[in-house]
């Protein structure tokens, strides 16, 4: 009986598939795609910033929505290789620790931050969630400080006992908190993303 050949990458899947076809470097921007779909965060004419934005399919993804009129700029620690239209930015820093300085390079006055970041994982889910849970209050921090009023926020965090200590810090900054789970997360994934709307 002939057995059925191993996938050569077992993650590999119709999302992975489509995002190379459509020259995205990573399947997480079907992901954006719902969520834009869904609650229309992201408009044209847009200033927009991605936190740990590598390996660029959300800053692509931001960059087509907003238009030329718009302008896009990301941080993460691994730098981006992709080519990237002429109205994005890319500051490769650590988005825990942004200084004064980094903060003058990025600018203020944001319509939308978005946070696809996720933490190195153990495979331990207290650790994993724990972990995630800081990188989410650093994001809101940075949120509180560069969005303008009215602006949303899209963030991405392992669910664990955090979770809703975490929705209800996005609740006191925004006048609508909702939690989304899109279809093209992994089923197995414990991911889930809070989108803040209208901050106060």
Not at 50 to 55: R, S, V
Not at 78 to 89: A, C, D, K, N
Not at 100 to 123: C, E, F, H, N, W
Request: net charge positive; charged share 25%; glycine share 8%.
């Amino acid at each position: 009986m002939n057995k059925r050949p191993v996938s050569k990458d077992r993650w590999s899947d119709h999302f992975t598939r489509l995002a190379k076809k459509e020259r995205f470097p990573a399947r997480s921007v079907y992901k954006l795609k719902e969520i834009q779909q869904k609650f229309g965060v992201i408009r044209r004419g847009d200033r927009i910033l991605d936190l740990g934005c590598a390996p660029g399919s959300w800053l692509l993804l931001a960059a087509q929505l907003t238009g030329e009129t718009g302008s896009v700029a990301g941080i993460d620690l691994v730098p981006v290789s992709i080519e990237l239209p002429s109205h994005v930015r890319v500051f490769t820093a650590d988005v825990l620790s942004l200084d004064q300085k980094m903060i003058g390079a990025i600018g203020r006055d944001y319509q939308v931050v978005l946070s696809d970041m996720a933490p190195a994982t153990t495979g331990r889910k207290d650790v994993d969630t724990a972990r995630s849970f800081l990188l989410c209050l650093s994001a809101l921090e940075i949120t509180r400080r560069l969005l303008v009023p009215g602006g949303s926020f899209v963030c991405k965090i392992f669910q664990g006992t955090d979770f809703s200590e975490f929705t209800g810090r996005v609740s006191e900054v925004f006048r609508r908190c909702r939690i989304f789970k899109p279809q093209s997360s992994r089923k197995p994934s414990k991911e889930i993303y809070i989108i803040g709307l209208e901050k106060i």
